[in-house]
């Protein structure tokens, strides 16, 4: 205790002054003194602190925040000491912290090859199905010179310069030092902080993109062309003696045939072209969130029902369609309007009539194959979350995308006088539909006082087995969140209606091909 | 599926939702805020290295402070050189002293974000220019035309509305 502690005005300008940065050596040896076995001092600069690092914590919160949104790529936080909320993100961004700080500042300036070295770490990896790859493909992953095969998913490297890389699969990039790097095929997404200027990465003919302080994404085509697109900043692409100067916006091309020109804009769409065009719906029931959909799309399980926990399936929902059902996190539907009812008989199924039993999926009474689809009994539902879909396929939200389905009351589950449905389609953005359509129509919907969405106009025509099959064509954009399915009826016995979404399908890049079998 | 998981769910989920407040623990000792960022850096590192040994249901922030405070008492490194310390005799009191009130942290940090939002939007766009990177008192005052010390008295008037109202919240809470 000392004589300045019994004046409680003492601490103010001190902590004023720790707050402002300007606290000089001499208050800061007061400070030191006021608080030296003072217990009412040390609680008052400790509610002071306390409230100091709430704020730091705060702000730098929002901020980061705010970069999310603006920017979707990369999806690492690079601020230190920036915290993901769920703990698998937590310990991403662990493997990220540890390695800068064992990063001593002395050995930030070395550049050059090397076999041993860590060059760079493997700071994120979503949905990621490695094929051969030289370089070890665990999160975290020390990288010295070597190769990355990414099939499927994304990945992201981050370069001891501080250069960080987004790989979106299929992709094969090469690590040659800490501050070079070789994109043999695929598409990248690069952003180079100040430190980095100069980060290079080189591609197939020569060509070689030159970082000057900025970020950008480069694509080598199937046909061996190096694309590049300057998002921020300023690049330099060469190729041989061609020399190319980039601004945001602008891109060019180094052609297979050793020529470097600008490309016009639009001229190539920087997305990679997936490993399949179309994404059967049912086939991503037996498989869970967090396998890749290129492995997703190839198991095939008839009569396996969708969960919640089903890759890509946001909820699943059986009878209560007489009630408002969330099919996104703020979306509520109410299907009443249009023959939502009460019970249900069991869940969804993938290429089958139903989860139990043998009934098959056919095109009509008179076709013989057994079909691709979702069978669903009347008063059920599957949200489809098309953010997961996208994100385990890496695919890109601006790859355009179709949902095709050929419904209809399914000829084998007749039961005596047969059954009677409605199909319905939604597509919703994060807050709410963009379009929805009964039975294969487009059909306006509105959205009451209380949120919840319903479909306007009359009781539609239910569906019969007589009746002709009704497609289903919608449009998902880039903002398209979530896709609704649902069957609705039940009027002639709940186990009697029973429609089916015959090759219920994604279509990407409007490649569509006819439906298929279910073998 | 991609990878295993190295530690436990409970583990990760402790040492996310703890950040804060290890980062109030060690701000109170080290009231430097690069330095701050440091040693959490540092604590997260031991935390993380030291994960197997972390018992489920055992208490986690008693654990970590322990590691931070070990971590603060011992940063002696470059980016500290010429940075200010309080004796080593203070910094035990004052890490003794927060031992105590780390656990309300966590509550103190949801009541001043009501209290935030209830700040009007030009005094908040303030609080972010001062606390969200390195906006400093000087700078902020050369963008507002306004004298370092007025910026400095604004800053101040902000701190202790917001005190103010975090502790009529936490009263009424309790």
Redesign the interface.
């Known amino acids: 205790m000392n004589d300045q502690a019994s004046h409680p005005d003492a601490l103010r300008p001190l902590l004023i002054a720790l707050s402002d940065g300007t606290l000089v050596a001499d208050q800061w040896d007061r400070l030191n003194d006021l608080l030296d076995s003072n217990v009412e001092a040390q609680d008052r600069y400790l509610d002071h602190l306390i409230h100091e690092a709430l704020l730091h914590r705060e702000f730098s919160q929002r901020v980061e925040d705010r970069v999310q949104t603006d920017q979707p790529t990369p999806t690492l936080r690079r601020s230190r000491s920036v915290w993901y909320p769920l703990a698998a993100a937590a310990m991403i961004a662990l493997a990220v912290t540890a390695w800068f700080v064992f990063w001593s500042p002395a050995s930030e300036s070395e550049v050059g090859p090397s076999q041993s070295q860590a060059l760079a770490l493997l700071s994120d990896v979503e949905y990621a199905r490695w094929g051969k790859s030289t370089l070890p493909t665990a999160l975290g992953s020390d990288l010295p010179a070597g190769r990355l095969q990414l099939e499927a998913g994304a990945a992201q490297v981050m370069f001891r310069s501080g250069a960080v890389v987004d790989m979106t699969g299929p992709c094969e990039f090469e690590v040659l030092d800490s501050g070079r790097a070789f994109l043999h095929k695929g598409l990248i997404h690069v952003l180079v902080p100040e430190q980095a200027r100069g980060f290079t990465v080189e591609a197939p003919a020569g060509a070689r993109v030159i970082d000057l302080g900025t970020e950008f994404i480069m694509h080598v085509d199937a046909g061996g062309q190096t694309w590049a697109q300057v998002t921020r900043g300023v690049v330099r692409m060469t190729m041989a003696d061609q020399s190319h100067r980039l601004v945001a916006g602008q891109s060019a091309v180094a052609m297979a045939t050793g020529t470097l020109r600008l490309a016009a804009p639009g001229e190539h769409r920087f997305a990679v072209t997936p490993a399949f065009d179309v994404i059967e719906l049912g086939n991503l029931f037996d498989d869970a969130a967090g396998d890749t959909l290129a492995d997703a799309i190839y198991t095939d399980t008839p009569k396996r029902a969708p969960t919640d926990q089903s890759l890509g399936v946001w909820h699943v929902q059986t009878g209560q369609l007489d009630r408002p059902q969330a099919v996104g996190p703020n979306i509520m539907i109410d299907l009443s309007t249009i023959g939502g009812g009460e019970p249900q008989a069991g869940p969804p199924a993938n290429d089958a009539a139903r989860a139990m039993g043998n009934y098959e999926l056919r095109l009509g009474a008179d076709d013989t194959r057994t079909r691709q689809g979702i069978g669903m009994h009347a008063n059920a539902l599957i949200s489809f979350d098309l953010h997961t879909i996208r994100a385990a396929g890496g695919l890109s939200t601006n790859l355009p995308m179709h949902f095709r389905a050929t419904g209809r009351v399914n000829p084998s589950a007749i039961h005596g006088g047969g059954g009677s449905v409605v199909l319905v389609a939604i597509v919703c953005n994060d807050r709410g539909p963009i379009a929805g359509y009964v039975n294969g129509q487009l059909r306006p919907m509105q959205q009451a006082a209380d949120g919840v969405w319903s479909f306007d106009g009359p009781t539609p025509q239910l569906l019969s087995v007589m009746s002709e099959p009704v497609d289903f064509d919608a449009a998902i954009g880039p903002d398209g969140a979530y896709l609704v399915i649902a069957c609705l009826g039940g009027e002639n016995g709940i186990s009697a209606d029973h429609g089916v979404f015959i090759d219920a399908r994604l279509v990407l890049n409007d490649k569509d091909h006819t439906p298929s079998t279910g073998e | 599926?991609?990878?295993e998981?190295?530690?436990s769910?409970e583990?990760?989920?402790s040492?996310?939702r703890y950040?804060?407040s290890l980062?109030?623990y060690i701000?109170?000792l080290v009231?430097d805020?690069n330095a701050?960022?440091?040693i959490?850096?540092?604590t997260?590192?031991t935390l993380?290295e030291k994960a197997q040994q972390f018992e489920a249901g055992s208490d986690f922030l008693a654990w970590a402070t322990t590691i931070a405070r070990y971590k603060a008492l011992h940063a002696r490194r470059?980016y500290a050189r010429d940075r200010?310390q309080?004796?080593p005799?203070?910094t035990e009191?004052?890490a003794d002293?927060?031992a105590e009130?780390i656990a309300g942290?966590d509550t103190?940090?949801r009541a001043?974000?009501d209290c935030?939002a209830k700040l009007p939007t030009d005094d908040q766009q303030m609080?972010?220019q001062r606390?969200?990177?390195e906006g400093?008192?000087q700078r902020l005052a050369a963008q507002t035309g306004r004298t370092a010390s007025a910026v400095?008295q604004k800053?101040?008037r902000l701190?202790a509305i917001?005190?103010e109202c975090?502790r009529k919240t936490l009263a009424q809470d309790a």
């Open positions: 599926m991609t990878q998981p190295h530690i769910a583990f990760g989920l040492l996310t950040q804060t980062y109030a701000l109170s009231p805020r701050a960022e440091d959490l850096q540092e997260n590192l993380w470059d200010l309080f004796s005799a203070v009191q004052l002293r927060m009130r942290v103190r940090r001043l974000r935030l609080l972010a606390y969200h990177a400093s008192v400095s800053l101040y701190r917001l005190m975090v």
